[in-house]
């Protein structure tokens, strides 16, 4: 196949995904306000404006995610519009395309001993956090409670130290340690239980669909979905916190982020069971299959 050829094809398809997205975003999505702003968008378009990035590679995928973001402010204007977040959502959509061809073509079964592996280490390091903050008597309040000159961090625990050290002399001491414990304790045993139960659910249904090729790749498609959406998610909430939503910051960072980190990680393993559909039905047509797998 020629390279002018490919190109054209792989733009055509490009901006047809793009189109279907557009519309869906425009028409079907939703905000779910958050402390008094939109903080999260509900809908379908993301499933068709993450296929670009899957199917022909990083480039295609950011800029597929950057004229989303940009042309779907134009149609839908919710807002201010923020340059530096569509550059975040085109960068995620880069990432994205990197670790799907990263990913694609790994043993399924050792991903999955790899992420069960990874959500029980966590799981241990989280309880032990747990424990050992309560040993020390850290806790949200702890410098309402305590004098910074009485505090002496020798015979404390590792996280407890790390902890004291990182947020003594900031600006705002307690609510800054608050967020800290939040990520270190209930941030890491959610992860755990989290990777545990998509792990459960991506167990049971390859067993129902173990005869197509594409559902034996819901690790892969998991692992990139979810760690590019919440690379951006973790970016953006910064961006709306420090420029439009000055409410925000009032509230400590973990406040805000968990939401939102909780709907990424929902909304991209529902797409990743779509998605796989997609790659399906893509798989088995032969000449999309050979646009797909063709070398720039």
Sequence with gaps: MKKSSLYVRRITITALFLSISLVLKTAFAFYIP????????????????????LLFGPVYGAITAGLSDL???????????IPLMTLVVAAGGFIRGLLWNALRNKDSKKMRIAVAVCSAILLVLGICNVAFL??????????DQTHNEDINIDNMHLVSRMLITRTINTKDPSGNLATYITFVTAGVIGSAVLGILLLAVDLFISRKFIHDKNKGQIPQLLIALIVSGLIVTTLNTVVLRETIYESWKALPFSVIWIPRVIEEILGNTVKAY???????????????????????
């Design 34 to 53: 958050m402390f008094g702003q939109n903080g999260m968008s509900i809908g379908i378009s993301g499933i068709f404006s993450i296929m670009p990035a």
């Design 71 to 81: 042309l779907g402010y134009i149609l839908k204007p919710t807002g201010p519009y």
């Design 134 to 143: 309560s040993a020390d008597g850290i806790d949200n309040g702890f410098y």
């Design 274 to 296: 779509f998605i796989s559909i997609l790659l399906g039905i893509f798989n088995r047509q032969r000449g999309l299959n050979e646009l797909m797998n063709a070398k720039n």
